[in-house]
């Protein structure tokens, strides 16, 4: 059974830095396509979330938002079984709760920061930064 827990989030000031983990049970977090979703407050429950950050199967490849690229990235252990998504210089505009999806994929271009491609994802995480 694929199981996704999140952790890491947290309150910092603008300009800070957090790094989020995901933990995997049930499946190789390298085997798989893996993403982070945000849903912001007060974000209306039928809109999709935003897609952040994305890594292949291989961790080679990645993909991100144009609003958190050259701030945010992506990453995986092997060995931990984990994934990471180290954020820096955050602004208020990235709060949010934070979420660890998966699937087996294949996913190919926009699909791969879309939602509702992964079939698996975590509760979540929090990450509030004030300016």
């Known amino acids: 059974q694929v199981q996704l827990v999140e952790s890491g989030g947290g309150s910092v000031q603008a300009g800070g830095s957090l790094r989020l983990s995901c933990a995997a049970y049930?499946?190789?977090?390298?085997?798989?396509?893996m993403c982070w979703f945000r849903q912001a407050p007060g974000q209306a429950p039928g809109k999709e979330r935003e897609?952040?950050?994305?890594?292949?199967?291989?961790?080679?490849?990645?993909y991100y938002a144009d609003s958190v690229k050259g701030r945010f990235t992506i990453s995986h252990d092997t060995a931990k079984n984990t994934v990471y998504l180290q954020m820096n210089s955050l602004k208020p505009e990235d709060t949010a709760m934070y979420y660890c999806?998966?699937?087996?994929?294949?996913?190919?271009?926009?699909?791969?920061?879309?939602?509702?491609?992964?079939?698996?994802r975590g509760q979540g995480t929090q990450v509030t930064v004030s300016s």
């Open positions: 999806a998966a699937d087996f994929g294949p996913l190919y271009g926009g699909s791969v920061l879309r939602a509702n491609s992964y079939k698996y």
């Open positions: 049930g499946y190789t977090v390298s085997s798989y396509y």
């Open positions: 897609g952040v950050a994305a890594i292949l199967p291989g961790g080679k490849i990645t």
